[in-house]
C-alpha cells in the first residue's frame, strides 16, 4: 500500500533536491531559447539538465510516496552516486565553453546552473559515509571516486575524434584504457546499486584493490602516451586533445586516491 510522506519534502536533503529541480529547467529551458548549437559539449549540457531534473524529481516521487522502500536496489547507494554524478554533469562546463559578456540568457543559465552545482554538492556532504558510520559502498569515498572516474572517463569519450586516434596505435592504446576502466567503474556502481556484489568471485575488497592498481598502471601509461603523440602529430591546439590530457591525469589521481583508500580498506580495516 503506497503512503505519503511529506517530510522527505521538508527535509534538508528534500529540499535542496526540490531547488535543483527547478534550477535544471531553468537552464534547460534558458538556453534551449537560444537555439541549437552542433556541438558535443552543447549537446552534453542539455543532457546533463534534463536527466538531473527527470531523475531528482523521480527520487523525490519515490521517496514522497515510500515506493524506494519496495524498489530491489539499494536505494541509499544510487542516492548517493546520482547526487555525485549530477554534481558533476552540471558543473561549469556551460559557462565555460559558451557564455559571452553580452548573452543575457545564457548568463542566466550560467548562474541557475551553478547554483544546481552547488546544491547537488551539499547533497553529496550531507549524504556521504561519515567516519565510522555503516552504510552503502556508494556514500563512501571510494565509492564517490568511482562516481568521479567513470564520469570523468564520459568526458574523454566525448572529446574523441575516431579519425584521429584510428591514425597511431598509441592512441588506440589510451583509448582501450579509458574503455577498461570506465567498464569496470561502472559495473562496480551497477552491481553495488543492484546489490549483486556477491557475485564477484573473490572478496569484493580485494577484487576492487586489484582493478585500481591496474587503472593505475595504465592511466600512467596513458598519461605519458597520449601528449606525446597528440603534441608530436600537431594535435595539441585542438582544444579537445587538451581536454583529453588534463581529464587523463585527472583521472590518475582518483586511481592513485582510490587505491590508496582499498589497501586501507584491505590491509588495515580488515584486520582491525
Known amino acids: 500500500m503506497v503512503t505519503v510522506d511529506f517530510k522527505t519534502l521538508t527535509a534538508p536533503v528534500g529540499i535542496l533536491r526540490i531547488l535543483a529541480v527547478v534550477l535544471t529547467c531553468i537552464s534547460f529551458s534558458l538556453v534551449a531559447s537560444l537555439g541549437h548549437i552542433s556541438v558535443s559539449f552543447?549537446?552534453?549540457?542539455?543532457f546533463s539538465w534534463c536527466f538531473c531534473f527527470c531523475i531528482t524529481f523521480l527520487v523525490l516521487l519515490l521517496e514522497l510516496t515510500t515506493l524506494n522502500t519496495k524498489l530491489p536496489i539499494s536505494w541509499d547507494d544510487f542516492t548517493a552516486a546520482f547526487a555525485m554524478l549530477a554534481t558533476l554533469m552540471v558543473s561549469v562546463i556551460y559557462p565555460y565553453f559558451f557564455v559571452c559578456s553580452s548573452c543575457g540568457r545564457g548568463i542566466g543559465a550560467s548562474v541557475t546552473t551553478c547554483l544546481a552545482f552547488i546544491l547537488y554538492a551539499v547533497e553529496v556532504g550531507l549524504t556521504r559515509a561519515k567516519p565510522g558510520e555503516i552504510s552503502g559502498f556508494l556514500s563512501t569515498v571510494p565509492g564517490l571516486l568511482k562516481v568521479l572516474e567513470a564520469f570523468v572517463a564520459c568526458i574523454i569519450f566525448i572529446c574523441l575524434d575516431f579519425t584521429f586516434y584510428s591514425i597511431f596505435p598509441g592512441l588506440q592504446w589510451c583509448v582501450a584504457v579509458y574503455s577498461i576502466c570506465f567498464i569496470f567503474a561502472l559495473l562496480v556502481i551497477i552491481f553495488t546499486i543492484g546489490r549483486l556484489l556477491s557475485l564477484f568471485p573473490a572478496p569484493f575488497d580485494k577484487v576492487l584493490t586489484v582493478c585500481n592498481v591496474l587503472a593505475v598502471l595504465m592511466y600512467f601509461t596513458a598519461v605519458?602516451?597520449?601528449?606525446?603523440?597528440?603534441?608530436?602529430n600537431n594535435l595539441g591546439s585542438n582544444n579537445f586533445y587538451i581536454v583529453i590530457t588534463v581529464m587523463t591525469c585527472l583521472n590518475l589521481i582518483a586511481y592513485i586516491v582510490d587505491t590508496v583508500y582499498s589497501f586501507k580498506l584491505v590491509f588495515f580495516v580488515s584486520r582491525t
Open 224 to 232: 605519458v602516451i597520449w601528449p606525446f603523440y597528440s603534441f608530436r
Open 42 to 46: 552543447w549537446a552534453w549540457c542539455m
